[in-house]
Each structure stands twice: as structure tokens, then as C-alpha cells.
């Protein structure tokens, strides 16, 4: 397998749709570091993301994603990013890397999430899915921008494992990335 010639490669999509999982496989896979910007922020507050939401707000947690996409625009190279549901607002989003849009159905997602064996902790530390039908409406309103911002596409609901869904990317790899 080839590994991509190319700067850092950026997971992107909805809550719960499996980027910190595979941006950990995938990285393990092409030997590299793999960052989590929902980790980097808990660290930078010594704070639970739901905790942030709790004291701080939405708002103030946006700034914190915005100031964690200057500094991995700046600071970071070869990695392997897993990013938060929102961090598509951040200005910079493009310059940090290639982007792979991890796509799912609305229902695919809770599907995903509630047959989990951690389901309850998966649900619970997630503010913005507390209210199911808000939570759609924001999807709704996401989707598009996923896809406008996506480099690479993989519907995950179409493949049968974590496994295959790499073997994919590596195969787009070839195509999509190296010759960048
Ligand atoms: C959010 C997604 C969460 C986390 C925060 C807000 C969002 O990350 O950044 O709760 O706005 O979609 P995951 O996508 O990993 O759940």
C-alpha cells in the first residue's frame, strides 16, 4: 500500500458517524500520529467538552475550535485529524489538509450510537444530540456543507466493517491524494 505523499489528512461529519475511530485506524494504519480537536480543547480547558457547553457555552467553545484550527494549520504536518461535528465553521478549514467526509444517514448515525456497548456515555457526552429533533434539523443543515468541503467521500453505511472502509481510502489515496 502507498502511503499518501501529502500534508494532513482531516476527518470531517456529523456527531457520532465514527471519525475518531477510523482516523485512529487509519493512522495506526499509515504509521503516523493521529489528533483529535474535541481531546485538544478538553486539554486546553482541563474540561470535558460537555462541561465547556455547560459553563462556558456553544459560543466560547466555537472560538476554541477556531483557535485549534490556527494552530494545527500552523504547528501540525503528516497527521491524522479527527475533528469535531462543527469544526467545518472554522475559516481555515482547507489550508490544515485533504479532507474525508465520513457520510451517514440521520438514522444510521442513532443506529451506530445506541447499538454501541458504551451507547449511554456516547449519547450522554454529546450536547448537541440531547434533543433528537434539533439534532436532525442541524444535520439537515450540515449536510451540505460536508460535502462542498470534501475532498475524499465515503458512505460508511455502505461498507461492512472499519477494515473495508480503510482498504478504500487507501485505494483513493492513489487517486486523490498522492498527485496533490
Ligand atoms: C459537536 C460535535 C462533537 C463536539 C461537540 C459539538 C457538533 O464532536 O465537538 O459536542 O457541533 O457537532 P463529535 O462530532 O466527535 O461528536
Known amino acids: ?26 493512522a495506526k ?6 489528533l483529535d480537536t474535541d481531546k485538544i480543547i478538553e486539554n486546553m480547558e482541563n474540561k470535558k467538552i ?14 476554541l475550535e477556531q483557535k ?9 504536518k503528516n497527521s491524522i485529524i479527527s475533528t469535531g461535528g462543527g469544526f467545518i465553521a472554522v475559516g481555515n478549514l482547507k ?23 458504551k451507547s449511554k456515555e456516547k449519547l450522554a457526552k454529546r450536547p448537541l444530540l440531547q434533543d433528537r429533533k434539533r439534532a436532525k434539523e442541524l444535520f439537515k443543515r450540515r449536510s451540505d456543507t460536508y ?11 455502505k461498507y461492512k466493517n472499519k477494515r473495508e472502509m480503510i482498504k478504500e481510502l ?10 496533490r
Open 147 to 157: 460535502k462542498k468541503l470534501a475532498d475524499i467521500t465515503i458512505n460508511v453505511e
Open 95 to 117: 489550508k490544515i489538509g485533504k479532507i474525508i467526509y465520513l457520510k451517514s444517514s440521520f438514522d444510521g448515525i442513532m443506529k451506530r450510537l445506541e447499538n454501541h456497548p
Open 170 to 179: 487507501m485505494k483513493l489515496f492513489d487517486t486523490n491524494v498522492s498527485s
Open 29 to 34: 494504519e499509515l504509521k503516523t500520529v493521529c
Open 68 to 76: 485549534v484550527a490556527i494552530w494545527l494549520e500552523k504547528n501540525v
Open 50 to 63: 460537555k462541561n465547556i457547553f455547560s459553563t462556558k457555552g456553544e459560543e466560547y467553545f466555537r472560538e
Open 1 to 26: 500500500m502507498k502511503v499518501p505523499k501529502c500534508g494532513n489528512l482531516l476527518f470531517i461529519g456529523f456527531m457520532g458517524v465514527g471519525k475518531s475511530t477510523l482516523a485512529k485506524e487509519l
